[in-house]
């Protein structure tokens, strides 16, 4: 399936000069949805997948039906305040500031198999964030999956050492 045919485009999104990538026009497509889940679970399948992290907030969308098909737990990576056990918390830099990611102390034991899903790499900060905060509690990193890579901003740079597949890419 051409998974780009169901991406909408829309120009000047957020700001001028942005175009933007609107995976909602796929996700509502009930056979596009099935079609990404399951080319992300057959990619994965073999690899003894313990935990499926999903980044905040679209990786949540995919990470919890692919970590169903995986036969893994599902572990959220959330902004702070938004956890309400204890936590470990990485603030990282963004093109212009910085955020904060955090995760339970107790989502991930020492040497489980782990991929990162998120719906989009970009500069791959919020992902080095997440894959940081997945080996601070023990984790081995398998893989980093995205469905859309924007290969011109370098993300993967970021994630040098890490495993990457990406369903779609625009240069």
Do not use: W
């Not at 045919?5 to 909602?24: A, Q, V």
């Not at 992290?53 to 969308?61: A, H, K, P, Y």
Request: proline content about 4%; aromatic content about 8%; some cysteine.
């Amino acid at each position: 399936m051409d998974y780009k045919t169901l991406i909408r485009e829309i120009p000047d999104f957020p700001k001028p000069g942005i175009l933007f990538y609107d995976i909602t026009t796929l996700l509502k497509n009930a056979e596009g949805l099935q079609s990404i889940i399951n080319d992300l679970a057959s990619r994965y399948r073999d690899e003894n997948i313990s935990k499926v992290v999903g980044i905040e907030s679209r990786g949540f969308i995919l990470g919890c039906p692919l970590a169903y098909h995986l036969h893994a737990g599902f572990v959220p990576v959330r902004r702070p305040g938004k956890l309400p056990a204890d936590v470990f918390e990485v603030k990282y830099n963004l093109e212009y500031g910085s955020n904060c990611l955090a995760i339970h102390r107790d989502a991930i034991e020492m040497g489980e198999r782990v991929l990162v899903v998120d719906d989009l790499l970009a500069t791959g900060g919020t992902a080095a964030a997440t894959v940081h905060l997945v080996k601070q509690l023990g984790g081995k990193i398998v893989g980093c999956a995205f469905l859309v890579e924007l290969v011109s901003l370098g993300g993967q740079k970021k994630l040098e050492g890490c495993a990457i597949h990406s369903l779609m890419t625009y240069t």
